[in-house]
């Protein structure tokens, strides 16, 4: 009776476009991975997931497109619980598309083209829709020179931005990235991060979720930001409050980000006109000017 109610509300909670209930997971079934994660992902929000080395961060992800089944706890992906059979599978994974940590591990055709097009090919679209789609996608990732080179001569950068690609090219709504600029250099990262800022305002209704252990990335870029400690999520909400969090930042082995860092430094120093702490360093240049040196 109260499962059906539990299913009741979700659909009618438009808003979580992922819903993790109590989710537990251990692989060797001795030690837990997972111990208990809830966890909502809304409609619209880039969301980090934060957490030091072996928190449990990849193996939440893996769970949300059923690559790994969890030992106890549901998982509602757009107010539909997620069940294990192949068709279920198969719709879940046309909605929630997620970029391995390791590209090594997505990449699995011998060309770049052939392998951005594999997603859109097993979608039964047709051969001019799935050119369509690869060319948006290497367009929007930046690579279209990488189009007809073999997969396993690119870099380590270079083959991310493949399995990016290979994700985008399947649109899902719900976009899942494992550490998405690890390997990237400095500009090739920000224009990641612009790309998944101009598919969010283009599709109101996309959601990223990014695991990383950059808070300074997570600090700038997303909306939410969940801290995750030994299996379980210690704090989410603004990130601000979250990598704000002293506390919380030292116990989950993390460092808070540097901006914050010093605008607190500001703040207890100037602290007649304390506002939102700034987001990035231009920002803080001008709680300076504003406060310190007028
Ligand atoms: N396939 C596996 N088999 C057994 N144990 C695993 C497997 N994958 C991960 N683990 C263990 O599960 C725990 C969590 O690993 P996980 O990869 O989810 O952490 P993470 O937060 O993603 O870490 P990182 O930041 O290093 O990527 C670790 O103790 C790890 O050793
Ligand atoms: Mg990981």
């Not at 060309?111 to 789609?133: H, S, W, Y």
């Not at 090739?188 to 790309?195: C, F, H, P, V």
């Not at 919380?248 to 602290?271: N, Q, W």
Request: glycine share 6%; net charge negative; with cysteine.
């Amino acid at each position: 009776m109260r499962a059906h109610k539990d299913e009741e509300d979700i659909k009618r909670d438009a808003e979580n476009m992922v819903e993790v209930q109590d989710l537990w997971f251990s692989y060797d079934k001795k030690k837990w991975v997972l111990k208990g994660v809830d966890m909502k992902l809304k409609r619209g929000d880039k969301t980090a997931l934060v957490g030091s080395t072996g928190a449990g961060k990849t193996t939440l992800l893996l769970h949300l497109n059923g690559l790994l089944t969890p030992d106890k706890g549901k998982i509602n992906i757009s107010g539909t619980f997620l069940s294990y059979n192949k068709k279920a599978l198969t719709e879940v994974r046309k909605r929630v598309g997620i970029v391995f940590q390791n590209p090594n591990d997505q990449i699995v055709a011998p060309i770049v083209f052939q392998d951005v097009a594999l997603g859109p090919v097993n979608l039964g679209l047709t051969e001019g829709e799935v050119k369509e789609r690869v060319k948006r996608a290497l367009n929007e990732i930046n690579i279209e020179d990488l189009r007809d080179r073999k997969a396993h001569e690119l870099s380590e950068g270079e083959k991310k931005k493949v399995a990016i690609a290979g994700v985008l090219a399947m649109e899902p709504n719900i976009l899942v990235l494992d550490e998405p600029t690890s390997g990237l250099d400095p500009e090739s990262s920000e224009d990641l991060l612009n790309t998944i800022d101009s598919l969010c305002e283009q599709n109101d209704n996309m959601s990223v979720l990014a695991a990383t252990h950059d808070v300074e990335l997570a600090y700038e870029w997303a909306d939410r930001v969940m801290v995750m400690r030994e299996g379980e999520i210690v704090k989410s909400g603004e990130p601000y409050a979250v990598l704000g969090d002293e506390a919380v930042i030292k116990s989950s082995r993390l460092a808070m980000p540097r901006v914050l860092k010093i605008y607190k430094g500001i703040e207890m120093m100037a602290s007649e006109n304390p506002g939102m702490p700034p987001k990035s360093v231009e920002e803080l240049l001008k709680v300076m000017r504003d406060n310190l040196w007028r």
